[in-house]
Structures are given as structure tokens and as C-alpha cells.
């Protein structure tokens, strides 16, 4: 093995352990304790290292965030090609959806609700995020009415399921009614179906 290989990989396993850890902490302490400082600690290397690799704490969240897209996009495949049905497909990933943002509060603030230096929307998008979209995508489509822009579709139920999580999140939604909402959502963008 060359050094140059040897180097790159230990840059790498350096990176890997770097947003391993800022999630870690996320997870455990909210994306206010993740500093610098903090993850320079946490990992034993000085925050030079730490800057060498990322320009700062929003970089080593957009980090995560591709990361996120990367797992989501797996556990809404997962969901979605299980399903019997265009209906079940749709369904499946709405939950599954909600589940993930429930199961991982911090990894899911910042793939959606934290400002991160990453294009959304944009063929210029990191592939995971074009992945995630895409299983969305790939679970809307089919029920997209003749003359709907799937795009706009996908873009609206992804914005309910988004405006869904984040209020029963923070309380404004009673979380008792949580499968109930996704029934109707589901039952409503597959009328007609």
C-alpha cells in the first residue's frame, strides 16, 4: 500500500469519525452541544484536525445530514417495495417516513430543519439526497393523476409528512392521533386510485 493510499484513508476514518461522533452527541445532547471544542474533546484530536476536514459545525452537519439521506432512503425502499399496492406503497412510506424521524430526532433536524450549505432540489444535490427524494418519488408517481407534475406531487406530500412530524414534535399535534393523520393523508392522495 502507498502512503498516499494510507493517507487517504486515515482522512477518511477521520472524517467517518468526526460526524460519527457530532451525531452521537446530537442524539444524546441536542445539535446546540456539538461545537468544535466539544467534538475535538470527544474524539482526542485538536480542532485544527477537525477544521482540516470541515470548515465548521453547519459543514460537519450537512455531513450528517447526507448520511441520514443516505439511511432513510434504504428504510423507505424497504417500505415502499413491501407494500402489495400502490395505496400500501404509499402508506408504508409515509410511516416509515415518520418513524424515522421519530426514532432519530437530530439526524433528522439536520437532513430538514437545520440550515446546512447543501442544494436541495437541484441536479447539483448530493446522490443520497437524490435518493431519498427519489424513493419519495417512486411512491407518489404512481398515483399522480393523468396531467399532475409528480415532482410538485412528491414535493407536496413530502411537505405534509414534514409539517406532520414537526408539529406532533413540538407538541402542537397530539401524538395519539399520529396513525390516524397518516391514514387520512394517504386516503386523500390516493382518492380516485
Not at 113 to 132: M, N
Amino acid at each position: 500500500m502507498s502512503i498516499q493510499t494510507r493517507r487517504e484513508r486515515e482522512r477518511a476514518e477521520r472524517e467517518r469519525l468526526i460526524v460519527t461522533a457530532a451525531r452521537e452527541l446530537a442524539e444524546a445532547e441536542g445539535w446546540e452541544a456539538v461545537t468544535t471544542r466539544r467534538l475535538a474533546a470527544e474524539i482526542e484530536y485538536s480542532q485544527p484536525v477537525l477544521y482540516s476536514h470541515f470548515k465548521g459545525k453547519t459543514a460537519i452537519m450537512a455531513a450528517v445530514a447526507v448520511q441520514g439521506c443516505a439511511e432513510m432512503a434504504a428504510e423507505l425502499r424497504t417500505a415502499r417495495t413491501a407494500a402489495k399496492d400502490r395505496r400500501g406503497a404509499l402508506a408504508a412510506v409515509g410511516e416509515a417516513y415518520a418513524a424515522f424521524a421519530h426514532r432519530r430526532p437530530a439526524l433528522y433536524d439536520a437532513m430538514f430543519t437545520h440550515r446546512v450549505d447543501l442544494p436541495f432540489a437541484t441536479p447539483e444535490a448530493p446522490a443520497e439526497l437524490q435518493e431519498a427524494f427519489g424513493e419519495l418519488l417512486a411512491a407518489v408517481e404512481p398515483i399522480a393523476a393523468e396531467g399532475d407534475d409528480p415532482g410538485a406531487l412528491t414535493e407536496t406530500y413530502w411537505a405534509a409528512l414534514h409539517g406532520l412530524v414537526t408539529l406532533m414534535r413540538s407538541g402542537r399535534l397530539p401524538e395519539g392521533a399520529h396513525q390516524q393523520r397518516l391514514q387520512l393523508l394517504t386516503r386523500h392522495f390516493t382518492a380516485g386510485v
